[in-house]
């Protein structure tokens, strides 16, 4: 059974960078044809699609966060991250990875505060 985790900072302060790893364990990252996503959820919103990285490196991002955003993987880890650049208080929120046939990480409360 594959399971996700996510890990990083639970606070992050504005204008940084937020930084999120997400493990997989119970399958490889780089099997066809996963697709490996972040998912965000701020306080009393919706769902919000950021991007994702498939099984051979691809990626693609959401054209609002495309300029803040970079997804990456490291295959020795069986992770993937993803990093966020100057954030704002407005990017408060549950991060989640995901892969749609597989299921979701418990996810990660992230808070952007001085």
């Known amino acids: 059974q594959v399971q996700l985790q996510e890990s990083g900072p639970g606070l992050v302060k504005p204008s940084q960078t937020l930084s999120l790893a997400c493990t997989v364990s119970g399958g490889s990252i780089t099997t066809k044809y996963y697709y490996w996503m972040w998912v965000r959820q701020p306080p009393g919103k919706g769902l919000e699609w950021m991007g994702a990285?498939?099984?051979?490196?691809?990626?693609q991002y959401s054209p609002s966060l495309k300029s803040r955003t970079s997804i990456s993987r490291d295959t020795s880890k069986n992770q993937f991250t993803l990093q966020l650049t100057s954030v704002t208080p407005e990017d408060t929120a549950v991060y989640y990875c995901?892969?749609?046939?597989?299921?979701w990480g418990q996810g990660t409360q992230v808070t952007v505060s001085s």
């Open positions: 990285i498939d099984y051979s490196g691809s990626t």
């Open positions: 995901v892969e749609a046939g597989l299921g």
